[in-house]
């Protein structure tokens, strides 16, 4: 009996090994978040902002963010601006409702940290690096970073004009623990 | 003149600010926008004031060059400076938290009118010819 049960317990230790359970943070996002852009001429707000959301500053090779807003939820303070804005000329809503981001990969830059992804807007994807900051807080945390897109390179309204196409984007995200 | 041309701007601004208050009312009951933060009842009453008086100025001062037809001349440009205001509602930006900001300029634009509806309502009250 002894001759079968040390081999089995070997190769038992041998096949769990094998598996390593990795625990990842999920995090809930929650309210008042903000995500606002500005430019030389217009400025605003998206108002409806979701997605799923895995960091763990232990392990930032774990850490996924897959983001998305509805293009539609543009509020610049103005009715005709915000007709404007999601005509066929800019963010044509219609045919493009949503902007989404996902993280390929996150790492540790600085005081803070940085995700390199693909940011798709208007229909165009294009490889993007936001640094952000991770605070914690009593109740969960916030996730807060700034970036700048030409808007050209979306092909987001004809280049020139009275709007830049420089936009800078600020995020401001709290979350909960899932 | 300019006493009766004062009263009479004075009285149309109130009437007009009172009326203006009555349909933000009945915008906000209807549509349920709220735009109190951006046109309070104080500002409403205070613009429609203002308008008033400065017809009453503007009148008293067309009478007086022009006189015939300085009436004539003041209501045409009353009305057409009526009309183009109209054109500053669509260009407001509101605070962000404002919901519908669509819906401000159907409550702000038919304030524009009430100043000249009131002056010329109660004009005869106050100047006769």
């Known amino acids: 009996m002894k001759k ?16 390593t359970v990795i625990s990842v943070q999920n995090w809930q996002i929650a309210e008042p978040y903000s995500i606002s852009f500005t430019s030389n001429d217009a400025s605003g707000i998206f108002k409806t902002f979701s997605g799923n959301i895995q960091f763990d500053e232990q392990d930032p090779s774990s850490a996924r963010f897959n983001v998305s807003i509805d293009a539609a939820s543009i509020n610049t303070g103005n009715g005709l601006q915000n007709k404007h804005a999601k005509s066929e000329e800019w963010f044509d809503v219609t045919k493009y409702p949503v902007i989404r981001y996902d993280s390929r ?29 991770f ?8 996730f807060a970073g ?15 004009g009275d709007v830049g196409e420089l936009i800078k984007l600020d995020i401001s995200v709290p979350v909960l623990k899932k | 003149m300019l006493k009766k041309s004062l009263a009479l701007g004075i009285v149309a601004g109130i009437l007009s600010g009172i009326v203006s208050l009555a349909y933000a009312k009945l915008y906000h009951s209807s549509l349920g926008a709220d735009f109190s ?5 104080v500002g409403i009453i205070a613009s429609s004031l203002l308008g008033g008086v400065l017809a009453a100025l503007g009148y008293w001062l067309l009478d007086k060059w022009l006189q015939r037809r ?10 057409i400076l009526s009309f ?19 819906l401000f300029p159907g409550l702000a634009i038919p304030m524009h009118f009430f100043p000249a509806l009131a002056w010329f309502t109660l004009k005869p009250l106050f100047i006769r010819r």
């Open chain 1, 135 to 142: 605070s914690k807080t009593a109740k969960g945390a916030v």
């Open chain 2, 70 to 79: 300085g009436e004539i001349v003041f209501n045409f440009l009353f009305v």
């Open chain 2, 84 to 102: 183009a205001t109209v054109l500053a509602p669509f260009g407001v930006k509101l605070p962000l938290d404002l919901e519908a900001p669509e």
């Open chain 1, 146 to 160: 700034s970036f700048t897109v030409n808007r050209n390179d979306f092909k987001i309204g004809k280049p020139g």
């Open chain 1, 105 to 133: 990969k996150v790492s540790k830059a600085g005081n803070g940290w940085l995700m390199e992804g693909d940011l798709e807007i208007h229909g165009v994807k294009k490889a993007t690096s936001i640094p952000f900051t």
């Open chain 2, 37 to 41: 933060r951006v046109a309070s009842p």
């Open chain 1, 4 to 19: 079968i049960i040390y081999p089995v317990l070997a190769l038992l230790m041998l096949a769990g090994s094998a598996f």
